[in-house]
């Protein structure tokens, strides 16, 4: 499967189905929702294990989230954000477009622990678009950092 992140209006919304703390597919979700992969998910992943949930990998999250996106020829970046939530000044990856999407972790609004959302670069600042749980209710305050599936770079070709 070749790797592309979707526009935001065809963002598919794909739910969490696992609300478990420290092994909830949220992330999962968000990046189901981005690349286009139809729901639901289920203990295979989504779209019968097209995006695995990157959490319980015994590699962690962000060593899981971009081995699974250089396999499809995208790269996994995340940024942290300033304390209004914005993106700093020169702090965008290479070959992200000013408008985005990407995973916005925040503080959950369900209690005291972390939450992602889907959202779209607006003016520097994540616009949370899409939450997977479902009851909606997006983050509570602004993200700590925003996550984007970009382009790699070409590869040099050995032996040209």
Not at 20 to 30: D, E, K, M, R, T
């Amino acid at each position: 499967m070749a790797g592309r992140v979707v526009a935001a209006e065809d963002v598919r919304g794909v739910l969490q189905t696992d609300f478990s703390p420290g092994s909830g597919n949220a992330l999962q979700a968000c990046v189901a929702s981005m690349v286009g992969v139809a729901g639901p998910l289920d203990a295979s992943g989504a779209g019968g294990g097209a995006v695995p949930n990157f959490i319980v990998d015994p590699r962690g999250y962000d060593a899981a989230l971009g081995a699974w996106a250089e396999a499809r020829g995208l790269g996994w970046a995340k940024v942290t954000l300033d304390a209004a939530g914005a993106l700093p000044a020169g702090s965008l990856p290479a070959g992200v477009p000013r408008d985005a999407l990407c995973v916005l972790r925040g503080k959950s609004p369900r209690g005291d622990h972390a939450h992602v959302v889907v959202a779209q670069l607006r003016e520097g600042k994540p616009a949370a678009l899409f939450d997977p749980h479902p009851d909606g209710t997006m983050l509570d305050g602004p993200g700590s950092w925003a996550g984007f599936l970009c382009p790699l770079p070409p590869r040099e070709r050995v032996g040209e």
